[in-house]
C-alpha cells in the first residue's frame, strides 16, 4: 500500500502530485487518456499567470508532461472504474488490477456535453484546433457563447468562410476581451436565445443546419460544427457516498468529509472553472493529503 493515489493528470492532479511528494509521500498518478485534462485541448492558454502568451493546450500539456517527467512521478494510463474505502485507506480498481492507498486525490475533471441533436452519422466536434484545414473556405458554427467557446471561434475564425455562434442566453456570455474582438470581425455572426434544432446533409456533409428561431444557415461546401455548451463532472467511477450539485458536480471542499480522500479542480462544484482555480485546489490538496 502506497501512501497516495491521483486520480487524473490535468492541472490538478499535476499540482497536488508536485505538493505531495515534496512533502516525502509515495504516489502513482492514474490518467486514462492524456496528460494535461481539456485544457491540453483548447486553441489557446489564456489568463494563467506566466503562461507563454499564445501558448495552445497541447503545447501547456505538454510542459505538464515535462514536469512529471522531471520530478520522476509514477503515471499509470489507466481508467479507474472503481473507488471505495476500506478499513486501511482506499481500494483504487482498474479494468486491469486493483491498487490500494492510505489516501487519494479525485482530480478527473469534466468531459464536454454532447448535443441532443440527431446528426444523422456526422459527428458534432469540440475544439478547433487541428480543425482548421477541415474548416477552410466552410462555414462554422460554434454552439455555446461562454469563454472556451470564444476563444475557439476566434482561433477559427481566419480559416473559415463565416463562423456562427449560437447561443441560448440573451447574449453572449464570454468576457470583454473576447467579445471586443470577436465584434471586430466581420466573419463573426452572433444568435442569441436560440439553439441548433436539425441539420440536414448533402451526402458526407452537413450544407444546412436550423436553429429553434426558425434561421437557417447553409453552405453548399459544408458546415462544420463544434459543441461548447458546458462539461459533465467524470465521476461515475466513485462507490461513496459524497455531496454533489443538480449536475453531478461534488460539492465539497477540496478535505472531503471522508478522512483521507480529498477532490481537486473542475470535477468540483464551483463558480470559477480556470487553470488557475484547479492549481490551487491541486496544491491544496496535496499538502493536507501530507500532513500528519
Known sequence: MQDLIIIGAGPAGVSAALYAQSRGLSLTIFEKDRIGGLIGKVSKVSHYTSVVVDETGPEFAARLKNQIEAYGLKVIKEEVTGLSKTDAGFTVQTAAASYTAKKVIIATGSTPKELPLNTDGYKIAHWTLGAEEKCQHKTVIINGGSDGAAKEA????????????VQNMPQILCIAEFKKQLEADPKLHVHCGTSLASLTKTGSKVTTVKLADG????????????????QTPATSFIKLDLPRNEQGFLADEVRTGIDGLYVAGDVRAKTVRQVATAVNDGCLAGIMAAAK
Not at 476566434?154 to 455562434?165: D, E, N, R, T, Y
Not at 434561421?215 to 458546458?230: L, R, V
Open 215 to 230: 434561421t437557417e444557415i447553409t453552405d453548399a461546401n459544408g458546415i462544420e460544427i463544434f459543441a461548447m455548451i458546458g
Open 154 to 165: 476566434l482561433h477559427i475564425l481566419p480559416f473559415a468562410k463565416a463562423v456562427h455562434m
